[in-house]
């Protein structure tokens, strides 16, 4: 029996969904489980020629002999979750599915709040943050209330009341019809209703049962909402506690897995102490292709950091990391590392809750480049001298080994250590 967690060590975009349908298959997994998060995530995977691109659906889905679970912990965009649905099917694939009924439900007025207010931070706009908003706030609609009429159009009443207030009043924007919000939502939730159960029991078994789990994190460790960098952050646990709550089971974790990218990027605002801001970074974009799975932004790009990545190790207790596009950095003659910061004129090389990362100078380590494709080699010792040193460093800088490597989108291009 093996139980994996696949966590971001970054500000999200890692390259997690290859990683989980990889690991997935190369360790026989039985279960594959969502625990944060919503449609705001974007995994993106590659089999042959086809491009597979996921939001909400866990990241094992294209494997039929794979029970794929969407915890309580996960928010649910409905017309999501049915589109994504009709597309893997129209593609030919067997849908293999559970949907917990404590999760909460995304909804219109949600993503028409987030639109509005998410706009500083530079949210997805999909309307995670309010929906968790009403989650805490206790007032939010779950699956379950959804199966049942009576109940859904209650607490629809309920909140539409308030809703229609806060967008009228407030926003000066049109009130949202009671009425059309409980018809669609009735009619999609037929789509997948065979799919809804209590999530935590089917888990319970499945330990007791001595069966194969991974738990498939979305974004990352930097946009955690208690350990992140406050407040452009996510409004959901992305580390390692997240799993314990999102699923209503206690993990008996085998391996932790932190996902990183060979150097650094973001969307949206907020703090990024080594981002580049010029040819070097724009040539990362381009060649990395970082553009948003989800919302279609350039992502921000810059040096690999390995304070944030020591910080993700140690608030997640990562046994092992799995560095990603390492290919990309193929064209560069040197390569610089964050070792450390320099903050207020002290060096620190730890992250802590009162420093603001805003004001954090990064001090870089100068490595060699090793200016050559490495995107068609399977063997750990075909890389060549320069990669392996910069692979030996992060090791030590975040003191945590590297076990698996990845270089290129396809799931042939992957290296076991
Ligand atoms: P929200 O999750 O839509 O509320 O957005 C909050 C912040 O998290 C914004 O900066 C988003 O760009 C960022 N974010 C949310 N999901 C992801 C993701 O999957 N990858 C990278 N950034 C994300």
């Avoid at 909400?56 to 969407?70: A, F, R, T």
């Avoid at 999530?199 to 194969?212: H, M, P, Q, T």
């Avoid at 279609?296 to 990562?318: E, K, M, Q």
């Avoid at 063997?379 to 990845?406: A, G, Q």
């Amino acid at each position: 029996m093996t139980e994996i967690a696949i966590i971001g060590a970054q500000w999200g975009d890692e390259g997690k969904g290859k990683i989980v349908d990889w690991t997935s298959k190369k360790q026989g997994m039985k279960y594959v489980v969502r625990f944060n998060g919503g449609n705001n995530a974007g995994h993106t995977v590659w089999v042959g020629n086809d491009e597979y691109k996921f939001h909400l659906l866990p990241s094992g889905i294209l494997h039929p002999e794979i029970v794929n679970i969407i915890g309580n912990g996960v928010v649910i965009d409905p017309s999501v979750l049915v589109g994504e649905l009709d597309s893997i099917e129209s593609r030919g694939h067997k849908v293999n599915l559970r949907i917990s009924e404590s999760a909460n439900l995304i909804m219109p007025y949600h993503r028409v709040l987030d639109g509005i207010e998410g706009g500083k931070i530079g949210t997805t706009r999909r309307g995670i943050g309010p929906c968790y908003e009403d989650k805490v706030a206790r007032r939010g609609i779950t699956v379950h209330d959804l199966m049942n009429d009576g109940v859904f159009r209650e607490k629809l009443l309920k909140n539409m009341e308030m809703k229609n207030q806060i967008l009228t009043k407030i926003y000066d924007q049109k009130p949202l019809s009671t009425d059309e919000i409980f018809d669609s939502y009735s009619a999609l939730s037929e789509r997948f209703r065979q799919y809804v159960c209590d999530v935590s029991l089917i888990l319970y078994e499945a330990v007791c049962k001595d069966e194969n789990i991974l738990f498939e994190g979305a974004q990352g460790n930097m946009l955690d909402v208690d350990h992140g960098t406050r407040p452009y952050i996510t409004s959901s646990n992305t580390t390692i506690g997240g799993i314990f709550t999102g699923t209503g089971i206690r993990p008996n974790l085998d391996t932790v897995l932190g996902v990183m990218k060979a150097y650094t990027t973001r969307v949206g605002e907020g703090p990024f102490p080594t981002e580049l801001n010029d040819e070097t970074g724009k040539k990362i974009q381009e060649i990395g292709k970082e553009v948003g799975t989800t919302t279609g932004r350039n992502r921000r790009c810059g040096w690999l950091d390995t304070v944030i990545g020591r910080y993700a190790s140690r608030i997640n207790g990562f046994d092992e990391l799995a560095i990603t596009k390492l290919d990309v950095l193929g064209f560069l003659p040197v390569i610089k590392v964050c070792t450390a910061y320099n903050y207020n004129n002290k060096e620190i090389k730890e992250i802590s809750s009162g420093i603001n990362l805003e004001e954090c100078q990064p001090i870089y380590e100068e490595w060699p480049g090793w200016r050559e494709d490495i995107s068609n080699i399977r063997n750990y010792r075909d890389l060549p001298e320069n990669t392996k040193r910069y692979l030996s460093r992060i090791e030590e800088l975040t003191e945590t080994p590297v076990s698996i490597i990845s270089v290129g989108p396809e799931r042939e291009q992957t290296i076991l250590k």
